[in-house]
């Protein structure tokens, strides 16, 4: 019983262990790097979980047909492109950040920034 739920919804333990492990990522690491490496991993995970709860058993492309057609919204894919576009543009602006937090400190460790803002 246990085994025949775990094979038919296979997909959501992906899901849920990316997203677990993209958190970890982003809560467990202290360097800023590994941080946005979990935060790219968890949006990914959010990104493919919409997209599979998107898809219709049966389902085809939108096209017109005479009679009644099953098919699978388009509309779930085209928010996810558009969420995609903006992982990568966060992406990219963490990283100029964490460059940016280099040249300034000369490290991409959490807890030796923190220590040096404190002693400033």
Do not use: W
């Not at 990316?18 to 968890?42: C, R």
């Not at 949006?43 to 709860?53: D, G, K, N, R």
């Amino acid at each position: 019983m246990v085994l025949e739920i775990i094979l038919t919804k296979y997909n959501y333990f992906i899901y849920i262990s990316l997203m677990a492990l993209g958190f970890y990522g982003m809560i467990g690491k202290s360097n800023l790097i590994k941080k946005l490496i979990g935060m790219s991993v968890f949006q990914y995970s959010i990104f493919l979980f919409y997209i599979s709860i998107a898809d219709v058993e049966g389902g085809t492309a939108p096209i017109l047909v005479k009679g009644e057609v099953v098919y699978v919204n388009p509309l779930p894919h085209v928010l996810i492109l558009t969420a995609i576009v903006v992982a990568v543009s966060t992406l990219a602006v963490g990283l100029s950040l964490a460059v940016r937090i280099y040249r300034e400190f000369g490290t991409l460790d959490e807890n030796k920034i923190l220590m040096g803002l404190k002693n400033d």
